[in-house]
T-cell receptor
Framework: AQTVTQSQPEMSVQEAETVTLSCTYD???????LFWYKQPPSRQMILVIRQEAYKQQNATENRFSVNFQKAAKSFSLKISDSQLGDAAMYFCAFNSGYALNFGKGTSLLVTP | GAVVSQHPSWVICKSGTSVKIECRSLDFQATTMFWYRQFPKQSLMLMATSNEGSKATYEQGVEKDKFLINHASLTLSTLTVTSAHPEDSSFYIC?????????????FGPGTRLTVT
């Protein structure tokens, strides 16, 4: 079974600054996908970024980038130039072809 | 594209009654739909996976007789909570995987808040 661990229940960042959210996972699979999802107060799940395990290059989507360390089974999310709208719950998730397996989430607070 | 809707968005029911939640893929056909439950300030937990035309597969610890899932068409899956009790109050979210899509691809509905009084 796969496990996803987010060790930071809450994080805070000032507007325009950079913040990194941590995620580690455990799996015996070799082919899988990792995701970061954002859940704002509306509770709609929004895909932030996806990383394929077979790709060495870290995924980037505008202000969002990941640091994927396959050997260490680490998958952190970096948010640059933080904006007030980035405030939300962030979930790290794992998928090896079945359903998504989510971490417990990190609540991100953005202060003006 | 790839829009998933859920109905109702919020439902209040009395203890002992049943309530049905619908999940629809609006602009694509979904061979697989997933149902998740999310308690306040917690993560999403997979309840069951439904494939069109076949019985749902339930995760360990989920009562299949209590949470009835039907995936009768390629655009609709329903979750019926039978004999609901206050402990069933939660946020229920579905997601849908398009036909012929990559295994990692799925789109989330907006969720349904169930309150059992």
């Amino acid at each position: 079974a796969q496990t996803v661990t987010q060790s930071q229940p809450e994080m805070s960042v000032q507007e325009a600054e950079t913040v990194t959210l941590s995620c580690t996972y455990d799996t015996s699979e070799s082919d899988y996908y990792l995701f970061w999802y954002k859940q704002p107060p509306s509770r709609q799940m929004i895909l932030v970024i996806r990383q394929e395990a077979y790709k060495q290059q870290n995924a980037t989507e505008n202000r969002f980038s990941v640091n994927f360390q396959k050997a260490a089974k680490s998958f952190s999310l970096k948010i640059s130039d933080s904006q007030l709208g980035d405030a939300a719950m962030y979930f790290c998730a794992f998928n090896s072809g079945y359903a998504l397996n989510f971490g417990k989430g990190t609540s991100l607070l953005v202060t003006p | 594209g790839a829009v998933v809707s859920q109905h109702p968005s919020w439902v209040i029911c009395k203890s002992g009654t049943s309530v049905k939640i619908e999940c629809r893929s609006l602009d694509f056909q979904a061979t697989t739909m997933f149902w998740y439950r999310q308690f306040p300030k917690q993560s999403l937990m997979l309840m069951a996976t439904s494939n069109e035309g076949s019985k749902a597969t339930y995760e360990q610890g989920v009562e299949k007789d209590k949470f009835l899932i039907n995936h009768a068409s390629l655009t609709l899956s329903t979750l019926t909570v039978t004999s609901a009790h206050p402990e069933d109050s939660s946020f229920y979210i579905c997601s849908a995987r398009p036909k012929l899509a990559a295994l990692y691809e799925q789109y989330f509905g907006p969720g349904t808040r169930l309150t059992v009084t």
